[in-house]
């Protein structure tokens, strides 16, 4: 009896995304693996990032045996965190969507003020690119789409398509409807 190699399904994954401004302040930071586990270490670990990348001109570095895909965009840093064995390309990829699914629902304008006065849409991007450090989703428009989502003719969109605002839309909606029964 031959044995045959287990094939196993390989996700594309990142350990963190970090967006800081232009001075290494965090404006948003979602970490997936457990490297920094106290806001003390992720701050540290950001101030290193930042002070390695602000005077670079190229688009990916190696920091504390990681991979990091970075844009810097106006007065603004994003960065994909990922483990020295993930594809720099397909982070890179990712990067890339996010940034122009966000340039897509900011008008453009991906920088400090239009991040912070659309934090909603930015996280919802995020959510929608990854999920728990799984890259979800590589189309910017599919990435900008979901996240403007409009509901369906009769108002009723699955819970399983909604995006977070919509679902939270549709329950204060039936709350409203139920007193005024």
Same mark, same amino acid.
Request: hydrophobic share 40%.
């Given at each position: ?48 990032? =930042?002070?390695? @990348?602000?005077?670079? +001109?190229?688009? *990916?570095?190696?920091?504390?045996? /990681? ?5 810097? !965009? ?5 960065? =994909?965190?990922? @483990?020295?064995?993930? +594809?720099?390309? *397909?982070?890179?990829?990712?990067? /890339? ?5 966000? !340039? ?78």
């Amino acid at each position: 009896m031959t044995k045959h190699p287990a094939h196993t399904l390989q996700l594309y994954t990142t350990k963190s995304v970090i967006v800081l401004d232009s001075e290494g302040k965090r404006l948003l930071a979602k970490y997936y693996s457990p490297d920094y586990p106290t806001l003390k270490e992720q701050r540290v670990f950001e101030k290193a990032l =930042f002070d390695k @990348t602000k005077k670079l +001109n190229s688009e *990916i570095v190696l920091l504390d045996n /990681q991979v990091i895909v970075y844009k810097n !965009s106006h007065d603004v840093f994003i960065y =994909f965190v990922g @483990t020295m064995d993930e +594809n720099e390309l *397909i982070l890179s990829s990712a990067l /890339q969507s996010f940034y122009e699914a966000l !340039s897509m629902l900011l008008a453009g304008q991906v920088e400090k003020r239009a991040i912070l006065e659309n934090a909603d849409l930015v996280f919802l991007a995020l959510d929608e690119t990854i999920d728990d450090g799984i890259i979800l989703e590589s189309d910017s428009t599919q990435i900008a789409a979901r996240v403007t989502k409009k509901d369906s003719n009769d108002g009723s969109v699955p819970l399983t398509e909604q995006t977070i605002a919509q679902a939270l839309r549709q329950a204060q909606e039936q709350f409203a409807k139920s007193l005024l029964k």
